[in-house]
């Protein structure tokens, strides 16, 4: 390999770059000389604009005008080829004729619906996670959408937090890793292509700790861990090219995000040098008044322009106070002109400024939507997020020469739950396939397939039991799907209590006792307590919510087209009591080991500080054997790298997936580090009796953290290094040490 032309290569292609982001800014602030500050400020001012479609008589008039007048740089909620054409055709009446920005909330998929973030994050496959993202932008740009309010990147580590659903989970590593992956698969090869929209992380930052679990709630923390473990995956969505971020509700540390100037200028736009702009969060800006951080809209306007926050959205605080506070002295134009420019960048890096209409093509829109492609990989994704917890007898997978399956549950039949929170609609012929559905297209009309009902999802009536259990009584396997329904979590779904609703857990009781072979599918968008159907269920999977191809995806599973390979991204508690729990927790002065006295111990009285299903736990329908450690050294240098091999067998009779989870534990350190930290991981594919060897390398920047003076440093000492399966199953250990 030519290693000399690789690197001109590489130099004429970052001068390419250079010069055409130069040429860019030269365009950029030639519009910016033309522009008034009231045409400058129309360009921070984004609007929801749903109601601009439908009959004349209906359509919101003032948005066209102010469309028409330049007072608009942004429309939400605004969906199809035909009115986004529409309302692009409205901005050039504009005196500067500047493009309108398309966002919209593309969250999990656009027209075909993939499995929420949380269950795709179940996969950690890389290349699906990405795949969902770009088909999701493929979509959605065929329609006219520029710009979707995705990734959310937060790390949370409070399942009360119906947000949750929305992230990666519990761990920065995990976290970032995916948040590269998402961002990547939005903007594709590069912005400005047809099948790209901008990516948006959010919501920066420390959302996801909000006190108690309670949506829009406070935060408060250490600088310390938000740089150790909330920033991250920010970072790695910039790294990754992110063109936006998103800013937060909450106050941290006693000051809302979106007039944080520490966040927004210091870090982000400092710091990290990041180039694209900051959109506030729905009505952020307004709502500093709300929090008491703000006597009054104008003076919120004033903090969070000086904060850095470049749009706002929905609160039309920069429209009706920002030239005030320009002409008063109060705001330097220079944020303002600073803002918009950072806009204007991007809606030409879209190609907007010469063909406003490129990406609102309803030929391309109608090709692309829902094709046969798009819904092939909606269920690739959805049987990869499958998490098999339990499966004790090996009822799974079910033979498909079974000749009568009981299917009972209040969510056999679901089809819009499969949806899950934030997802679009798209009318009647937007259905998601149901669990029973699923069963029925595997199995036909060969297997005879009973129906019970047997309870609601959320009350306390039983008199649907006698007739499940008779249902489970004539069927040679029982198939249960118990769980939340779509609208139980996702934003403003905070909950006290999240164990499964309703009186489901009885219901599974009641089949259980029949004695007839059980399979219990939990569906829902969070982490749930069962622990009823935990213990005594001898086989469970836990499938989230699928999205469009739900029901084919689980019945994939469930008889052996596909071996699941899903691992849990955030811990499940076994109680309420034990939140906020998660696996990478630090020893306490008087630290408890399971099954010992917990006298004067780190330890509950009633229950076990350990959860009723780790963080990384995920089993297969094979088993695979760990063997063979080996560190290539076992003392480092601060500049050296340390090579760990192993192998992996498939010691079972299919052929799986494993993912291979690689932590560390710094054994003594200041500040004291967790016992474990996720560090690396590998998903591998073996047939039965198949061994592979595995290479993990680990260099100083693993081995570094943040000291109380957010200086990012490596501590010689010595390392633990553990391999397994999740983070209560390791495998194989060996040690380290880090020399000066």
């Given at each position: 390999?030519?290693?000399?032309?690789?690197?001109?290569?590489?130099?004429?292609?970052?001068?390419?770059?250079?010069?055409?982001?130069?040429?860019?800014?030269?365009?950029?602030?030639?519009?910016?000389?033309?522009?008034?500050?009231?045409?400058?400020?129309?360009?921070?001012?984004?609007?929801?604009?749903?109601?601009?479609?439908?009959?004349?008589?209906?359509?919101?008039?003032?948005?066209?005008?102010?469309?028409?007048?330049?007072?608009?740089?942004?429309?939400?909620?605004?969906?199809?080829?035909?009115?986004?054409?529409?309302?692009?055709?409205?901005?050039?009446?504009?005196?500067?004729?500047?493009?309108?920005?398309?966002?919209?909330?593309?969250?999990?998929?656009?027209?075909?619906?993939?499995?929420?973030?949380?269950?795709?994050?179940?996969?950690?496959?890389?290349?699906?996670?990405?795949?969902?993202?770009?088909?999701?932008?493929?979509?959605?740009?065929?329609?006219?959408?520029?710009?979707?309010?995705?990734?959310?990147?937060?790390?949370?580590?409070?399942?009360?937090?119906?947000?949750?659903?929305?992230?990666?989970?519990?761990?920065?590593?995990?976290?970032?890793?995916?948040?590269?992956?998402?961002?990547?698969?939005?903007?594709?090869?590069?912005?400005?292509?047809?099948?790209?929209?901008?990516?948006?992380?959010?919501?920066?930052?420390?959302?996801?700790?909000?006190?108690?679990?309670?949506?829009?709630?406070?935060?408060?923390?250490?600088?310390?861990?938000?740089?150790?473990?909330?920033?991250?995956?920010?970072?790695?969505?910039?790294?990754?090219?992110?063109?936006?971020?998103?800013?937060?509700?909450?106050?941290?540390?006693?000051?809302?995000?979106?007039?944080?100037?520490?966040?927004?200028?210091?870090?982000?736009?400092?710091?990290?040098?990041?180039?694209?702009?900051?959109?506030?969060?729905?009505?952020?800006?307004?709502?500093?008044?709300?929090?008491?951080?703000?006597?009054?809209?104008?003076?919120?306007?004033?903090?969070?322009?000086?904060?850095?926050?470049?749009?706002?959205?929905?609160?039309?605080?920069?429209?009706?106070?920002?030239?005030?506070?320009?002409?008063?002295?109060?705001?330097?134009?220079?944020?303002?002109?600073?803002?918009?420019?950072?806009?204007?960048?991007?809606?030409?890096?879209?190609?907007?400024?010469?063909?406003?209409?490129?990406?609102?093509?309803?030929?391309?829109?109608?090709?692309?939507?829902?094709?046969?492609?798009?819904?092939?990989?909606?269920?690739?994704?959805?049987?990869?997020?499958?998490?098999?917890?339990?499966?004790?007898?090996?009822?799974?997978?079910?033979?498909?020469?079974?000749?009568?399956?009981?299917?009972?549950?209040?969510?056999?039949?679901?089809?819009?739950?499969?949806?899950?929170?934030?997802?679009?609609?798209?009318?009647?012929?937007?259905?998601?396939?149901?669990?029973?559905?699923?069963?029925?297209?595997?199995?036909?009309?060969?297997?005879?397939?009973?129906?019970?009902?047997?309870?609601?999802?959320?009350?306390?009536?039983?008199?649907?039991?006698?007739?499940?259990?008779?249902?489970?009584?004539?069927?040679?396997?029982?198939?249960?799907?118990?769980?939340?329904?779509?609208?139980?979590?996702?934003?403003?779904?905070?909950?006290?209590?999240?164990?499964?609703?309703?009186?489901?857990?009885?219901?599974?009781?009641?089949?259980?006792?029949?004695?007839?072979?059980?399979?219990?599918?939990?569906?829902?968008?969070r982490p749930l307590i069962f622990n009823y159907t935990a213990t005594n269920a001898k086989s469970i999977l836990f499938t989230w919510w699928l999205g469009s191809q739900a029901g084919d995806a689980?019945?994939?599973?469930?008889?052996?087209?596909?071996?699941?390979?899903?691992?849990?991204?955030?811990?499940?508690?076994?109680?309420?009591?034990?939140?906020?729990?998660?696996?990478?927790?630090?020893?306490?002065?008087?630290?408890?080991?399971?099954?010992?006295?917990?006298?004067?111990?780190?330890?509950?009285?009633?229950?076990?500080?350990?959860?009723?299903?780790?963080?990384?736990?995920?089993?297969?329908?094979?088993?695979?054997?760990?063997?063979?450690?080996?560190?290539?050294?076992?003392?480092?240098?601060?500049?050296?790298?340390?090579?760990?091999?192993?192998?992996?067998?498939?010691?079972?009779?299919?052929?799986?997936?494993?993912?291979?989870?690689?932590?560390?534990?710094?054994?003594?350190?200041?500040?004291?580090?967790?016992?474990?930290?996720?560090?690396?991981?590998?998903?591998?594919?073996?047939?039965?009796?198949?061994?592979?060897?595995?290479?993990?390398?680990?260099?100083?920047?693993?081995?570094?953290?943040?000291?109380?003076?957010?200086?990012?440093?490596?501590?010689?000492?010595?390392?633990?290094?553990?391999?397994?399966?999740?983070?209560?199953?390791?495998?194989?250990?060996?040690?380290?040490?880090?020399?000066?």
């Amino acid at each position: 390999m030519n290693y000399k032309i690789i690197a001109c290569s590489l130099l004429l292609i970052s001068i390419n770059v250079k010069a055409q982001q130069s040429k860019i800014e030269q365009k950029v602030d030639s519009v910016l000389n033309l522009m008034t500050l009231q045409e400058k400020i129309g360009q921070l001012n984004q609007l929801n604009a749903g109601d601009v479609t439908g009959p004349e008589d209906k359509k919101n008039v003032n948005i066209l005008e102010e469309i028409r007048k330049g007072k608009i740089g942004s429309l939400l909620n605004v969906k199809g080829a035909k009115i986004t054409k529409e309302l692009q055709q409205e901005a050039m009446k504009s005196r500067l004729k500047i493009p309108l920005f398309f966002g919209q909330d593309v969250i999990h998929g656009y027209r075909v619906i993939f499995p929420i973030p949380l269950a795709e994050a179940a996969s950690w496959d890389l290349d699906a996670i990405k795949l969902s993202a770009r088909v999701s932008a493929r979509e959605a740009s065929s329609s006219g959408i520029h710009w979707t309010f995705a990734p959310m990147v937060d790390i949370a580590r409070d399942p009360r937090w119906g947000r949750v659903m929305e992230g990666a989970g519990e761990d920065p590593y995990l976290g970032s890793v995916i948040a590269r992956a998402r961002v990547l698969g939005f903007q594709g090869t590069s912005l400005g292509d047809l099948d790209a929209v901008m990516a948006c992380a959010k919501h920066f930052a420390a959302y996801g700790a909000a006190i108690a679990g309670r949506d829009y709630n406070g935060v408060d923390m250490s600088k310390r861990q938000l740089w150790e473990v909330y920033l991250p995956p920010f970072k790695a969505a910039l790294d990754a090219g992110a063109a936006t971020f998103m800013n937060s509700f909450n106050t941290l540390n006693g000051i809302p995000a979106t007039g944080n100037s520490y966040l927004q200028r210091d870090i982000l736009k400092g710091n990290w040098g990041f180039k694209g702009f900051v959109v506030s969060d729905w009505d952020s800006i307004k709502e500093m008044v709300a929090h008491g951080y703000a006597k009054d809209l104008k003076e919120a306007a004033q903090m969070a322009i000086t904060a850095g926050n470049d749009m706002d959205m929905e609160s039309n605080a920069y429209e009706g106070h920002l030239a005030k506070l320009v002409k008063e002295g109060k705001v330097n134009i220079d944020h303002v002109n600073d803002a918009v420019k950072r806009i204007l960048i991007k809606k030409f890096e879209l190609g907007l400024f010469d063909n406003p209409y490129r990406f609102s093509d309803e030929k391309r829109e109608k090709a692309e939507l829902n094709s046969l492609a798009n819904k092939a990989a909606s269920r690739e994704v959805a049987k990869k997020s499958i998490v098999m917890l339990k499966n004790e007898t090996g009822i799974l997978p079910i033979s498909k020469a079974t000749k009568t399956i009981a299917l009972i549950g209040p969510l056999v039949k679901a089809n819009q739950d499969m949806r899950g929170f934030w997802a679009l609609s798209w009318g009647k012929d937007d259905i998601p396939l149901s669990l029973y559905e699923g069963v029925r297209n595997k199995l036909g009309n060969k297997t005879k397939l009973l129906y019970a009902k047997g309870c609601n999802i959320n009350d306390s009536v039983t008199t649907g039991f006698r007739d499940a259990i008779e249902t489970a009584r004539n069927a040679e396997v029982v198939i249960m799907a118990v769980g939340e329904t779509f609208d139980m979590t996702g934003e403003a779904k905070s909950k006290a209590d999240i164990h499964i609703p309703g009186v489901q857990e009885q219901l599974v009781k009641a089949i259980i006792e029949t004695g007839k072979p059980v399979i219990v599918l939990v569906m829902g968008g969070r982490p749930l307590i069962f622990n009823y159907t935990a213990t005594n269920a001898k086989s469970i999977l836990f499938t989230w919510w699928l999205g469009s191809q739900a029901g084919d995806a689980m019945a994939d599973v469930l008889f052996g087209d596909y071996n699941p390979s899903g691992k849990l991204p955030i811990t499940f508690p076994r109680s309420i009591g034990q939140i906020p729990i998660y696996y990478a927790q630090t020893h306490t002065g008087r630290p408890f080991e399971e099954g010992k006295s917990a006298n004067y111990r780190s330890a509950y009285l009633d229950v076990s500080n350990s959860p009723q299903y780790a963080f990384g736990h995920g089993l297969s329908y094979t088993t695979f054997k760990y063997s063979d450690i080996n560190l290539d050294k076992t003392e480092i240098a601060l500049n050296d790298t340390i090579k760990i091999s192993l192998k992996i067998t498939n010691t079972g009779k299919y052929t799986g997936e494993e993912v291979v989870q690689l932590y560390i534990q710094d054994k003594v350190a200041q500040p004291v580090r967790p016992i474990l930290e996720l560090k690396d991981f590998q998903k591998i594919k073996l047939a039965p009796g198949e061994t592979k060897q595995l290479v993990f390398y680990i260099e100083k920047e693993k081995l570094s953290f943040y000291n109380d003076d957010l200086k990012w440093i490596a501590q010689p000492g010595d390392f633990e290094v553990m391999l397994g399966s999740a983070a209560d199953d390791i495998r194989l250990r060996n040690a380290f040490t880090l020399k000066d």
